[in-house]
């Protein structure tokens, strides 16, 4: 009998998620996570919370909480928080001063459509009492946990690898739930920052490199985790500090935060693309400003790859720090000229007599009066698939550029992520197959230059740039050098960068 | 911590279900199974089947199939297999040539709104590949065996008691998944006519006392499983034989049907109820055409219970054949003395000015012109807690009836039904609670009569009425004697009848 | 340019109605009214009174109401009253003591999908007020008024002949809004009952020869107007009167009623088949009950046309009271041989390997144990173009009845109604296209009998049947002789019948 | 009788609208209209077209179509246009090679919620043909004209103003519909930019003074009309000329552009504040480009209003063109020092635990690491009630900023606009009753400077500043000065500005 993991897990009940958003060529990140302790009705700061972690997900929130005397209450909805987590009819089903909540991003292709079920946080059933999680990251050994829990008689209610983690602690033999997530987080690999909580407490975890963020805050008396600190910021919650990698905090109403260290202490490898692109820009990652990084990345462009010109101009939205940097270092004027319509979103149906590039004019426009006649450097964050870069020239030439010089914020990507972002295979990649000058000649562009990986590095603050032996940051993306073994994705036949 | 089993467990995904329909004051099933394999599109069938098995659960309904080549799928859905399994969006989600299905009914009050997740079929996926299994009955040791499991590492995502089976045959040491089911329901007391599929296989199962139906019929070259003949009917399918109490049959499109009996053979307790009201009139139950059934009782009745009389009317629409069957034996005259209104449904605002009987008024009408100034025998299938008797009595005396003679074609219902069946607390029971003369007085009428026990056995075929040592069927309700323990709720306090 | 009345209009909001019910070969009543005046909250009743009226249209209602200080509000809605009207959150849109209501069939066919703004009742705000007017019927110069009033400069927003009324009363040089009804109503050809409203008055209008039956109740303090009588019974409402034929009856709380009549007096000619199959079997039409009057037609049938045979079986629901006339009269035994699925309704999806006569399956399944080896006699209410009794004779002698005798409690139906019923155009009709006995060969039944029109009149208790000069009833449908002259189908083209 | 002409009026189908967006305490325009004849499949560019002119109004869309031989068609929708009109089955309900379309915005509080209904193009059959008709802008004298048409027996559906415009016409003594729309425009007073349609003619109209924007553009065969170049724009269609104020453009297929001028000729007066806030920057008004309007303006303000800081920072979006003009004039560094959330929505439900300036900071957020210690300039576009200009500087200093001084891109704000703007009552103006100084104190800012309307009229290329006696655009806003008598709002009691 034929079976695929995916196909014999049949819908508990299919939704259709919103139409995809425009594909806009970028990475992006698969999940944003929040937690409240100690307020009340937290499941209303957790629903502001996951609002402005909106960006690392659209597809799907879903809010845990727990009222003592009622147990747990739960709601996953397809869609923005903003169209489901604002109703109080809703809200009201969802009391108590302890809640988390998660926000996904829709997976495309082959995967098919998510199912409701998939929807985080997952909740178990244990006999010391119920837990929940949400996580941000991905499980890089999820396929072969899966397989040998199967085997030992669990039954997986969903495809997400995240539901091993609820049945490895349903069979851990430690007495507490906070002891059980121990043990079983310690059989898992591959990136994950946690918000988990039980009755009574509150449970914030990242592994033990530290690849996605997770902040703790305060808020009168009670306690939040956020993936960003922006999560703080729209509640008027104080930022306290980072959650360590490889640290789990337990916090409770009666006596605060217990710190843990359950992991072999390892380098820290922070994500790096989470400056350049996933992060809102008025986060603060690392003690770093987020919008500050990238304003210092146009500035070592400008320095790297400087070029006369008449306009720097930034592929919106996510490419304007980077150009207001460069225009501030380089002296060239910097004007806005690609106008982005706030109102983007699904595809229309394109008329019979085409139009050229309809699917990047959906979401930009260029500023033709401002553009006419003169030479351009456009400053984007990143190229993926390259795609949207070409349409975006033709538009900018169509609209009488002189020159269309582009500047990149990010080195080449290269290779795929398999910690939590949604990245094409590699053989999509455009910079996986081409040199810069080959990209140069197939995006048809009069020049086209990445920041370096050195020049990035000091961008995020490390004078000396990259060390070669034992990166900072964890930038498989760009160099190829996984810190954790993709072990799933060997088995499917993925194949690693060859040791030099 | 304060615990609740049903707090504990957050919904998958809420949806309201719709408004429990009109109280009728009467017990009513909770389900309806019907299976399909070796036709083209199976599950069309299946929608079909459910749709005959309506009258067993209208509160939703779920289909799992199978393509070879693309694994399973499922819907469920909330609601009328009519307003769901008819679109042809979703019935093309669901394809191949082996299917199984489920309706439910909606059970009232302290439980809450039913979640998606709880509705059948379940679905599991084990080592050797997946299985579905959907159940009309109840396990009587349901709460014991989730805590067994859950104290082995299992985790329960609903709260229905059919869930167990899944999860206890996942722990199975046998090899194949038939094998698996067998060892599973060795381990499961109470009520249960199942029907389950794996990909190959479809798989009918009665209890050992056979207390719920299960018919296989035969159509073309494939095999149809159904709680009862009506099911077989709708799709021209063929009645070949009833599942046998205690019989398994695993039916493969190659082989056919092979039988089993997995279980210690017992003396079958079909229940009784199935014959004075579950089942459609139409259907065809141990041989015996059940409109017929109903027919007869109502001849038993006019012996037992003669009166002196204008109009026998039944009280529509189940309370019909009974009132057929009186006024032929007695030779009063037959006739629609209350119309049922065939749009029934939801609860209406109640006006300001208070309507009288309201709830009674919005599904029946009597009709005055037949009924004024006549001594009125008004048939009806049983008396649960009396509510809707008492206004039935006052409209057709508001209406101007001389005399009001209720007769009742069942005995007095006096114990609740722990197989299946959705009873009012002892308490509630009327009969339970007063005598026949109190209870006539109760409801203020000019006489009121149950057929006797024995005279519901002799209607049902039981020539020498109720073999006492050794009832021929499950009367529980009636008599107060389970055949299988209610462990559960002997667990919570439920107290058996005293032996006398 | 090309135009057409329907398509010219535009949807001002386009919503699919639930689709069209399972198609029974019935005529259809297309409309039902109903208006309260005086009583708190007045809209709860009128919901009440329109779900009785729920037979006479069930693809969408209206609601209009007035609140003194407020000013009117109103609802519309595709679907039943039940699924719309019951609902607090919109129920208490709808305030105010005088409200009036509609339900509206959903016609079939060529005429595409109905529009919400076609749902009754409609509302024109004139200088001195607002009004709404619903109405059951059909106007016969709908187009030549709507033509004329274009011509005029007036703006027509639906393809409903009801608006043209609205239209006349904005033109009226009358100084009040009854005043200016009746000035419109003389305008008018064709058939209505119509119910009304101002801000402070309920109005009813028969048209002059009250072919559409209308009811006069009151309730309290407050007074009820109703197509039938089971719209007074459902509220509790005592039965005063019929609106008569062409009265206007403008009913204030603080004067009560004041009864006009404003057309030129004619001798009335009330519709018959609302007896034989439109109204309730539980209401009072021209003082007689419809369910005897049905239970006559079929004695008379009894003694028109007697079979021998072992079984009188109505085909349900509607040939009941007929069939236990039949059986009354004829000595023959009566029994329910075909039991009607309660949960009919849409089409399911026709399996790959067709299901004989799936269409009636969905709605009606044979009692195969009591059919058995029988001489059947199979009473309907009529045959309209025989499809559905084709599929009946099939079943049930599939199902091993022995001889299969048809008798229909109407008279063969052979002309199309223009006075507000759904019917096909004529040659669509069996019997306006084959005489009884090619109809007998047709069905391939042993033997069809339709009650004759002077046996009808019998038993709406014209003892000596039909006056020929000058009917008693609207027969239009069996006699062809159409008592107002349909002036729009006969622009169309439609050839009355011949003098003779 | 207490009336009120909304209360009057009852729903056809009542459909809550989407939750107001966020209040931005700007002022909005209210509509967007559009336009395609010549071009297959008219619809889908017109949906295109809506899209780009979103920002003209959020609310609800509509498009009436008509294909040769079918007719009209059309669809209203509440909500996004992307959320609408790019679904594939509404879409081809669509058909035809002539379509027009609108956008409206959300008119907030007492009005009460938008009915579909009311939702433009409106559509009018007359006797020789339909016609549809959209607008932007608003009828001065609706209210009265209305008052009128009642009289004479026009039945209004809409609450509308536009729908006096189709009335007017079907009285209209002329033979064809575009001499109509002329007869009836001569009685309208008030601002409007029209694109109207008949079967067979596209129809544009802007009023005599053109104070709404109207384009003409050409895409291959086809001809395309839209609010503004952007529409153009995102179908790659060709700007052709601006339709000239008090100019009426009839385009057929076959003969092209017929060219008319039906109203007594005036001095033109373009809306100054389109060219401030509600035209999106990349569109080009009377020749100029928005964008570099905009950038100018903040230039003019570096000169009225310099002031030593170490920041310039745009309040987003709409204040960033012109605060790069300041900092590029100023030399002071530009930085986004508030980051705007592009998932901004709907309200939360705001936490027991208040969140200070909860409503600002689910739209804005303070990128502190820049902020912090610095001496801000802020740049926005308008004042006009100072809410969110008092919660966005209490934001900022918050985080730390050393002071705050606002410069803003307009002159005070200190009267309502009757043609076609949302603009509160005047006693909510902030600049109607505050002068600079105390506005200053009030919003408790280091200084708050207003560019002089000699200055905004110099930054539109009026090189000599406002023509007192002659003003080249209608400023009432700012002057009070109103080029059309605001009729019906004077009659409910609005005073003038007194002459000086």
């Known amino acids: 009998m034929q079976r695929s993991m995916d196909s014999e897990l049949p819908p508990l009940s299919i939704k259709f998620p919103p139409a995809h958003p425009f594909d806009d060529d970028k990475l992006h990140e698969e999940c944003g996570v929040f937690g409240v302790i100690g307020l009340t009705d937290a499941s209303n700061f ?16 879903g809010i845990v909480c727990h009222q003592p005397g009622q147990g747990f209450h739960s709601a996953r909805r397809f869609g923005y928080v903003r169209d489901n987590f604002t109703k109080e009819s809703l809200m009201k089903t969802l009391p108590g001063p302890l809640a988390i909540g998660h926000v996904r991003y829709s997976t495309s292709g082959s995967k098919g459509p998510t199912q409701i079920r998939d929807v985080q946080p997952f909740f178990g059933e244990f006999s010391m009492g119920g837990a929940a999680i949400a996580h941000n990251g991905n499980i890089t050994n999820a396929i072969a946990l899966r397989r040998e829990l199967i085997e030992r008689g669990s039954i997986f209610q969903s495809s997400s690898d995240s539901e091993c983690i609820i049945h490895l602690m349903a069979r851990s033999l430690q007495r507490d739930i906070p002891e059980r997530m121990e043990d079983a987080l310690r059989r898992v690999e591959g990136a994950f920052s946690i918000v988990a909580m039980t009755g009574t407490e509150l449970i914030g975890v990242r592994d033990p490199l530290g690849v996605r963020p997770l902040v703790l805050g305060r808020l009168g008396d009670g306690w939040v985790l ?5 999560g703080l910021d729209i509640i008027g919650a104080e930022f306290i500090r980072e959650v360590a990698p490889g640290e789990m905090v337990v916090i409770t109403e009666a006596e605060g935060i217990d710190s843990r260290f359950p992991f072999r202490p390892r380098k820290p490898r922070f994500c790096i693309f989470e400056h350049v692109y996933f992060s809102r820009p008025d986060s603060i990652l690392g003690g770093r400003s987020v919008y500050e990084t990238r304003r210092q990345i146009g500035v070592e462009l400008a320095r790297e790859a400087p070029v ?6 930034p592929v919106p939205d996510s490419g304007t720090p980077a150009a207001i940097g460069y225009a501030h270092e380089s002296g060239i004027p910097y004007g806005m000229g690609i106008i982005r319509n706030q109102y983007m979103g699904r595809t229309f149906i394109e008329p019979t007599e085409q139009i050229r590039n309809m699917g990047v004019r959906l979401k930009l426009n260029v500023n033709r ?3 006419r006649g003169k030479r351009v450097i456009l400053v984007d964050d990143s190229v993926v698939r390259g795609t949207t870069s070409r349409k975006i020239k033709e538009m900018v030439l169509d609209a009488g550029a002189k020159e269309v010089h582009f500047r990149i914020a990010s080195p080449p990507t290269s290779w795929p992520c398999f910690y939590g972002v949604d990245t094409p295979e590699r053989d999509k990649l455009l910079a996986a197959n081409m040199t810069e000058e080959e990209m140069t000649r197939y995006l048809e562009v009069d020049s086209l230059r990445f920041v370096s ?18 990166p900072q940051y964890c930038d498989a993306c760009f160099s190829g050098e996984y810190p954790v073994e993709p072990t799933d994705m060997i088995d499917k036949g993925f194949q690693l960068k060859a040791a030099e």
């Open 369 to 371: 009066a401002l553009i």
């Open 46 to 61: 957790v629903a502001l919370g996951l609002h402005a972690l909106q960006h690392r997900g659209q597809e799907a929130g």
């Open 453 to 470: 990986l050195n020049g990035l590095y000091r961008a995020v603050g490390e004078a000396q740039g990259r060390d070669t032996e034992h």
């Open 226 to 230: 956020s993936s960003e600190t922006c």
């Open 308 to 313: 006369e010109a008449d306009l720097v101009c």
